[in-house]
Every structure is written in structure tokens, then in C-alpha cells.
């Protein structure tokens, strides 16, 4: 916390030097993000020990004899872990920054900053092929298969069937018709939309 504190600190002072210029720039928006998430985390552990000590204390008085509900504390644990994982992104995303002393990385870097707009237009694409396919996912799969059961680990389902890691006859044996014309689909249009995408226009 006394870390968190001191590096607003440095962006506070930043802030009143530039003014409005400050959030003209992309490194204070990442700084930003990790100040934001930081602080929501410690917020959000506070929660947890809260609760663990809430549930333990209830689980010495009875003796283990009555039934407790942990979806509560497995939603706060889940909610601090999705914090981490942004602290940790905007914090790698930092070494980039870092790096730009190193004649590789400065290359790279200027690479990214060439390629902003195609990026962001590659990034708007993929993105809205990926909300589609989770909708069309987790509507038709939400009672038979379990990695559909809720929202976030549909799209969990859809990065591993990305990476090649997700077992396919889960999802026909579900629906034999339609988990096998969605499963194409969706490598269709994963594999080969996006790449003649990239491929066409850049």
C-alpha cells in the first residue's frame, strides 16, 4: 500500500505539471489501471479475509453442523484473481516501457506504435467475433456442457479451443448437430476470416 501510495504520488504531481495533457498520453492511462486495480484489490482482499473469518468463526461455533454457503467468498476469491491478472497485465505492459533503452525493444516498440490503427481494427474484429461466438455458446450450451454453465468460463472455453487444448467431443456429444456446425464455425472463422483479414488488408 505504501508503494501504491508513493507511485501516486509521482502520477499526482505528473497530473498537475501537464494538466490536460497528461491523459493525453497512452502510459498514463496503463499507469492509471494499475493505481485503479491496486487499490480495488486491496479493497476487494480486505473482503476476503472478511469473509474467511465470517465462515470459519460460523464453522467453530456449530462444529461443522450446519450448511454454509462458500459462493459468496468463491465470487470475491474469483473477482481478486481477475484483479491480479489486470495488475500483472498493466504492470508487463510497464516493462515494455522500461525496455525502451534496449535497441530491440525500442524497435519493437516502434513497430506497435507504426501498426496502432491496423491494430486497433484487427482488435475491434477479433473482439466482435469473440463476443458473438460466446453468446451463441453459452445460449445453446448453458444446460448441457458445465465449461458453459456461466459467462466467463464460456470465453475461458473459447481461448482453449483457441489454443488447441479444448476437448471437442464434449460439445458433440451435447448436441450432435449443432456443437459440431458452431465448433466449425468458429474455427472458421477464428483460423481462416481473421488471417485472410490480416492477409487482404495490411
Keep these: 500500500m505504501i508503494i501504491i501510495l508513493y507511485f501516486m504520488w509521482i502520477e499526482i504531481g505528473l497530473l498537475f505539471e501537464m494538466k490536460w495533457k497528461y491523459f493525453h498520453r497512452f502510459w498514463s492511462w496503463i ?3 494499475i493505481i485503479i486495480c491496486s487499490w480495488i484489490g486491496v479493497g476487494i482482499y480486505i473482503w476476503r479475509y472478511k469473509e474467511s473469518k465470517r465462515i470459519s468463526q460460523l464453522f467453530k461455533q456449530t462444529n461443522g453442523y450446519i450448511y454454509i454457503n462458500l459462493q459468496l467468498s468463491i465470487y470475491v476469491n474469483d473477482l481478486l484473481t481477475y484483479l491480479f491478472s489486470f495488475s500483472s ?12 533503452f534496449n535497441r530491440r525493444l525500442s524497435l519493437f516498440n516502434q513497430t506497435l506504435k507504426n501498426a496502432r ?4 481494427s484487427f482488435l475491434f474484429l477479433y473482439l466482435l467475433l469473440l463476443s458473438s461466438f460466446v453468446c451463441l455458446f453459452y445460449l445453446l ?10 459467462f466467463f468460463s464460456t470465453i475461458q472455453m473459447l481461448f482453449e479451443m483457441t489454443l488447441l487444448k479444448f476437448n471437442a467431443r464434449e460439445l458433440i456429444h451435447a448436441e450432435t448437430g449443432l456443437g459440431s456446425i458452431s465448433f466449425a464455425f468458429f474455427y472458421y472463422f477464428r483460423c481462416f476470416y481473421c488471417d485472410e483479414y490480416v492477409y487482404y488488408n495490411y
Design 31 to 33: 499507469e492509471i489501471g
Design 89 to 100: 497485465f498493466f504492470g508487463t505492459i510497464q516493462f515494455l516501457r522500461l525496455g525502451r
Design 141 to 150: 450450451f448453458i444446460s448441457k456442457i458445465s465449461s458453459c454453465s456461466t
Design 117 to 120: 490503427k491496423e491494430l486497433i
